[in-house]
């Protein structure tokens, strides 16, 4: 159906349909080869690495040359992609700077697992660097494209969490839910647990006590969820609630986590806040921060706000509480 448009425009921004059209249209061309895997060619191969030593999959390269090309016209001036080195210029005057993680989760693509697309745009400003380097709170839109048993949409413009769902028939993103809020209680939390030997105490402590159960000062029993692709986890989370940790850790090159603020971070922070949870680094709200380098990185714990409250203080109690074994924690004392 060739006049059917790609996305309801009704509820998104005039100044902003152009690139969200763009980023759905792309969306959809990737949904269509995603879907056919091997009968496509090979995706999941590798092809090098990029600015921050991640290996580069087929698909990360050719999402990336596919977005960058199909903004062209929109209004990006800036394009920050995960995949390129530096920023690059599309419209000389254009009034966005777009930020993107072309392909999230791609070591996933050759096990038919859901991988996506993560975006965000700020204003731009002459300085393409610090156009991106500024508190989260600066986002005018942020969302996700997911690549799964539904190809579906999730986007903010500041008042609200929108849910788009890809019909296969028409070729177009239909709006589901026009304010999608997450659940606010949920025993579920997602961390790569084979690194638990590496994580600071506070976060052992937390995972600690999820793991002790209806018998531990929690008091009641967690499943543990993980996939290995934010934007699977994230949507999850914004289904079902729960929290999400991918914290710091005593590995080399590992302080501050894997997750680059600017194209992962400050996106999906500010759709769960939105959607009512919590992003934060573990101590502090991510959206109050700001990148200090382009492909920066920082830990990153999101998800039902209570759950992400109860890690921040976990990181407040003395580090004696936090060494102990479970049932000795003071914030868990009458």
Not at 106 to 126: E, R
Not at 157 to 162: E, Y
Request: with cysteine; charged share 20%; proline share 6%.
């Amino acid at each position: 159906m060739p006049n059917t448009p790609i996305i309801d425009l009704a509820l998104i921004p005039q100044d902003l349909q152009a690139p969200i059209t763009a980023l759905c249209t792309v969306g959809r061309d990737l949904s269509r080869r995603i879907a056919r895997g091997p009968l496509g060619g090979s995706l999941g191969h590798e092809v090098g690495a990029n600015f921050g030593g991640d290996g580069q999959k087929a698909l990360d390269v050719m999402a990336d040359d596919a977005f960058a090309a199909a903004l062209e016209g929109t209004g990006v001036r800036w394009y920050a992609s995960e995949e390129q080195d530096f920023v690059v210029k599309i419209d000389e005057d254009g009034p966005f700077a777009l930020a993107i993680d072309p392909l999230d989760g791609s070591s996933n693509i050759d096990v038919n697992v859901s991988i996506g697309t993560i975006f965000s745009i700020f204003p731009a400003l002459d300085d393409q660097d610090a156009s991106f380097m500024r508190p989260p709170t600066e986002q005018i839109a942020a969302g996700y494209i997911i690549f799964g048993p539904q190809t579906s949409l999730m986007v903010t413009f500041g008042s609200g969490v929108q849910c788009y769902i890809l019909d296969p028939e028409s070729g177009a993103f239909v709006l589901t839910d026009e304010a999608l809020q997450m659940p606010q209680t949920s025993t579920e939390y997602a961390i790569n647990a084979s690194n638990y030997r590496h994580w600071p105490k506070p976060v052992r402590a937390y995972i600690d006590d999820c793991m002790a159960g209806a018998e531990g000062p929690r008091q009641q029993n967690f499943n543990m969820r993980w996939v290995a692709s934010l934007v699977a986890e994230t949507h999850r989370i914004l289904s079902r609630g729960g929290i999400f940790l991918y914290p710091g850790d005593s590995r080399k090159g590992y302080a501050k986590g894997r997750l680059r603020m600017i194209y992962e971070c400050a996106p999906i922070a500010m759709l769960i806040e939105q959607a009512g949870g919590a992003a934060s680094d573990g101590c502090d709200r991510i959206m109050g921060q700001a990148a200090e380098e382009l492909h920066g990185r920082t830990p990153f714990v999101f998800g039902t706000r209570e759950m992400v409250e109860k890690v921040c203080a976990y990181h407040d109690l003395p580090n004696d509480e936090v060494s102990a074994l479970f049932g000795t924690r003071g914030l868990f004392r009458a």
